[in-house]
């Protein structure tokens, strides 16, 4: 009996040890489930209740639970939770009355982070309108076709951004879009057609609670967002982000172990996922404090999450290169910071962030705005986008296909079905559409939503997403980002189109043909722009139009860093531009026989030489 007890004891003292030579992750395995499983239990309470739980719903519990919480922290001024809820409903009573919003509406925010951004948004829920995110950077067609594709009622834009609302007034007009300007005071506008939301207006409104009723109509799969994303057509798509899917992408910091008592700090733009979502609505629904800030400093970063406690901060990977790259201080260690959350960090500037800056967790996460399958790198193993997990692998069917990044298009065998890469080789991630990962398309854009769907890909008749990336999962699960297919490359963190840079290069005098693609540039993350161009007969390069262009038409994170003229550009059977060899050239000038030209910020395009190619992948000259 005595000998049987101790033989089970002695084995129960061992399992621990066993478990660990089977599986090295397994205590983060188990955490990670039991958060999982207790997430789940909770979104399918939502999923069911009645009436409908949004995430508006979810902040006005946390109003109740701790009214007196702060809940947003910018420049010398902070709010508590109910500061944030009357200011809400005073602007939604001001929006009602003076820009006559109503349910159902789609009314458009053109603005930089501040908290009036929170506040309009919160006021817009409470309406139970639609709030479309733009870019504050896009101008012209771009900023135009953003304003039509969602089919925006109301534009409501900074005051600072009156003049890019301007530029394209005649056809918003034309159009029947209310335009209004946010600022301090009623104004005598010179401008016919656009209209101010003073200050005054919107203070001297009540700020009593709204009568749900309003938005009486908001089902769980109700458009809660429109967020934009760049695309193969060169102009900038409405991903559609039900209520369901806001709430669930919002648990994101819930995943990572984020509690109420941390303060989160938010710089990257609230017109991302990454600053709305995963910052913003995610940290409402934990109920922590918010850190805002209108752009990112890296001179200033750990002077605020010193000056603010802050706890957890967010992170795209040129962000961790910026923080790495500044000069080095004797209290680089001195914060408070546990936890990093964000992707596209790469390796190299994981290990060095951390050596340099601590023991914070690095938590990086992969998913698309409009994707249904995302993955998160729980364990922290260094270079890794994610973990196969069990009740993920259950909850959401993906897998990895064999790619042929020439013809771009994926591998078929003889039956005419996708082939399934082995673990450990590169393969298209493609996540199978179901009820539980669904894929909700783009707004108005039926073509481009069938574009991201692959039908027939195992069986005939099931329907995947094509997710335009190509990912790599080794023999212990962790999965790897490998590149981007199709015409989108990243640079400085956000996603650039060639074909929408190709056509506003063409439209320079001098430009026949071009084709644009993106490099890699030694110690930055992502790849930067390059145009290959034709020049029209009997016409030279001209540098001062080209820069002039460029600098009005696209941000500055899409404008071609390299220009490289040739004779003619090489194209495909189907007359495709061929990119993969001028980018394996890149913009190295002993590499090509072309004239070559770099942008210098102060100078515009000059002559590329070998010394100034030495110098930028030394890091010297910095992009």
């Known amino acids: 009996m005595y000998v049987l007890l101790y033989t089970i004891l002695a084995g129960l003292a061992i399992l621990p040890l066993f478990l660990y030579l089977r599986n090295p992750y397994f205590t983060q ?3 990670y489930t039991v958060t999982c499983i207790l997430l789940g239990l909770r979104i399918n309470r939502i999923k069911r209740s009645k009436p409908f739980y949004s995430m508006l719903d ?10 007196n919480k702060q809940f947003i922290v910018f420049e010398k001024s902070s709010y508590t939770y109910r500061d944030v809820d009357k200011q809400s409903n005073k602007l939604a009573r001001a929006l009602s009355q003076h820009a006559s919003v109503k349910e159902g509406d789609t009314v458009a925010l ?25 870019n504050y950077n896009i101008r012209s067609k771009s900023l135009l076709h953003c304003f039509t594709c969602c089919g925006t009622n109301v534009l409501l834009a900074a005051s600072e951004l009156r003049g890019a609302v301007e530029e394209v007034l005649p056809t918003l007009r034309e159009q029947s879009v209310s335009v209004f300007v946010l600022g301090e005071e009623e104004e005598k506008c010179v401008t016919e057609g656009v209209n101010t939301l003073s200050s005054s207006r919107i203070q001297q409104a009540s700020d009593q609670p709204l009568d749900p009723q309003l938005r009486s109509k908001v089902t769980l799969k109700s458009p809660a967002l429109y967020i934009y994303t760049s695309g193969t057509t ?22 990572s172990g984020v509690a109420s008592d941390d303060v989160f700090y938010i710089y990257l733009p609230l017109y991302h996922t990454a600053g709305f979502i995963m910052g913003l609505t995610g940290a409402i629904e934990r109920g922590n404090t918010v850190v ?19 706890t957890v901060i967010q992170y795209i990977g040129e962000i961790m290169r910026y923080l790495c790259n500044s000069p080095k201080k004797d209290n680089d260690r001195y914060h408070k910071v546990r936890l990093a959350l964000g992707n596209g960090l790469r390796a190299d500037t994981w290990s060095e962030f951390l050596q340099r800056f601590g023991d914070i967790r690095v938590c990086e996460c992969y998913g698309a705005t409009e994707g249904n399958v995302g993955f998160i790198n729980y364990i922290g193993k260094v270079g890794a986008i994610g973990k196969e997990h069990f009740l993920h692998k259950a909850n959401f069917s993906y897998v990895l296909i064999q790619y042929d990044t020439e013809r771009e298009e994926p591998v078929k065998d003889s039956r005419g079905f996708c082939i399934k890469v082995p673990k450990g080789e590169t393969g298209l991630l ?47 699960g962790f999965v790897y980002f490998m590149d981007r297919i199709g015409d989108t490359f990243r640079w400085k963190g956000e996603n650039v189109a060639t074909t929408e840079v190709t056509e506003h290069l063409i439209m320079v005098e001098c430009i026949e043909e071009a084709n644009v693609y993106g490099v890699k540039v030694p110690g930055h993350e992502g790849r930067v722009g390059m145009a290959a161009i034709k020049l029209k007969d009997d016409m030279e390069f001209d540098s001062k139009a080209t820069l002039e262009h460029v600098k009005t038409s696209l941000p500055s994170y899409a404008r071609p860093r390299f220009i490289r003229i040739q004779n003619s550009l090489a194209v495909t059977g189907t007359f495709k531009h061929m990119k993969v060899k001028l980018a394996e050239e890149g913009f190295n000038p002993s590499m090509m026989q072309d004239r070559l030209y770099y942008l210098e910020d102060s100078k515009g395009y000059i002559p590329m030489t070998q010394e100034m190619y030495h110098s930028i992948s030394d890091g010297k000259i910095h992009l």
């Not at 979810?58 to 639970?65: G, M, N, W, Y």
């Not at 053109?110 to 829920?125: K, S």
């Not at 102009?235 to 899917?245: D, F, M, N, S």
């Open 29 to 31: 395995d188990l955490r």
């Open 58 to 67: 979810c902040f006005l519990d946390k109003v109740k639970k701790h009214p």
């Open 110 to 134: 053109f603005m930089g982070n501040e908290p009036m951004y929170v506040f309009i948004w919160l006021a817009l829920a409470k309406l139970g309108c639609t709030a479309a995110l733009l």
């Open 234 to 255: 060169g102009l900038p798509k409405a991903a559609v982000i039900t209520q369901e899917r806001l709430y669930m992408a919002s648990s994101m910091q819930a995943i």
């Open 292 to 310: 805002l800030r209108r752009k990112f400093s890296a001179s200033n970063f750990w002077d605020d999450c010193r000056k603010h406690k802050v």
């Open 430 to 476: 493609v996540a199978k559409i179901t009820a539980q990962a669904p894929f909700s398309g783009y707004v108005n854009n039926e073509q481009q939503t069938d574009r991201k769907k692959l039908r027939d890909v195992f069986v005939e008749g099931d329907l995947y997403f094509n997710s335009g990336d190509l990912l790599r999962i080794d023999h212990e």
